[in-house]
């Protein structure tokens, strides 16, 4: 079910697509479009199996005055306007996305409404010192934000430098157990997010009398100080090389379980 956003502040902006009304919701600063709209622009005619195929975050209820009173209506925010515009086969759906891109969007950001006719002089001098007001105090909030976490995070660099040496390196099971998760979601979570890659080759294997598919994992050079290859010598050659096993180092245990967290994944 989607969620309702009708008790935050809002503003009900109306614009024309050429012979089409689109009513745009600013809440909070960001537009939020009528899906209705948007398919009668782009030749929809099902509004509810559009709206069914749309992620819960980035659609929701809101009411509106409509000519026959007010409805319940489904908006979606500008993440989920692309996602319509994009899975529409429409010759339209291109000019549609561009207009908005190049013309609505830009508008809203700097004036908090859609203008036919951009300001200019005094009016747009002082929406530049407004913007330039916004950035300032976006970046203080941004270097508070980051004080407060390296405070968080103090203790755990302190015990790490102090009681755990450099060569202490943790299996790659052994860190998906002690965040919650199966080593087989862990490897996948790393692999998606690029921190990590894996390699496939074929073995002859004589107990089975079959090939066996083997893997390797590899860390991207960004992410070398997480991740360490420690050298298997006594496994079969994998594509001629040296085969390894990918463990973590102190540090890449901490990014990890930091980086589960803001992924969703572990609690």
């Known amino acids: 079910m989607s969620q309702s956003i009708a008790t935050q502040p809002t503003a009900l902006m109306p614009f024309s697509y ?14 939020w479009f009528v899906l209705a709209d948007l398919c009668t ?12 195929r749309l992620d819960e975050g980035v659609r929701s209820k809101h009411t509106l005055e409509t000519a026959g009173g007010r409805q319940a209506m489904t908006i979606v925010s500008e993440a989920g306007m692309y996602d319509v515009v994009i ?42 010192v407004i913007e330039a007001q916004r950035t300032i105090a976006a970046g203080q909030a941004r270097v508070a934000e980051l004080e407060e976490q390296a405070a968080e995070d103090e203790p755990k660099v302190a015990y790490v430098d102090t009681f755990v040496a450099d060569g202490d390196l943790r299996l790659m099971r052994n860190v998906a157990k002690s965040l919650g998760v199966s080593e ?18 074929t073995r002859w294997s004589d107990s089975e009398q079959r090939k066996l598919r083997i ?24 594509k001629g090389e040296l085969m390894h096993t990918l463990k973590v180092t102190p ?17």
């Open 87 to 128: 899975r529409s086969d429409k010759a339209e759906a291109i000019a549609f996305r561009r207009w908005i891109t190049s013309e609505v969007l830009p508008s809203i950001r700097k004036t908090g409404s859609y203008a036919v006719n951009p300001p200019s002089g005094a009016e747009l001098m002082a929406l530049a």
């Open 215 to 238: 893997f390797r994992y590899s860390a991207y050079a960004e992410k070398r100080d997480y991740f360490a290859p420690v050298p298997n010598h006594d496994a079969p050659r994998f």
């Open 18 to 31: 050429g012979s089409h009304a689109v009513r745009t919701v600013i809440i909070e600063g960001e537009p």
């Open 251 to 267: 540090a890449g245990a901490l990014a990890i379980a930091r980086a589960l967290k803001s992924w969703g994944v572990a609690a």
């Open 41 to 52: 622009v782009l030749s929809i005619e099902s509004v509810a199996r559009v709206a069914s």
């Open 184 to 201: 087989s979601q862990l490897r996948a979570e790393l692999v998606n997010h690029g921190w990590i890659y894996v390699e496939s080759s």
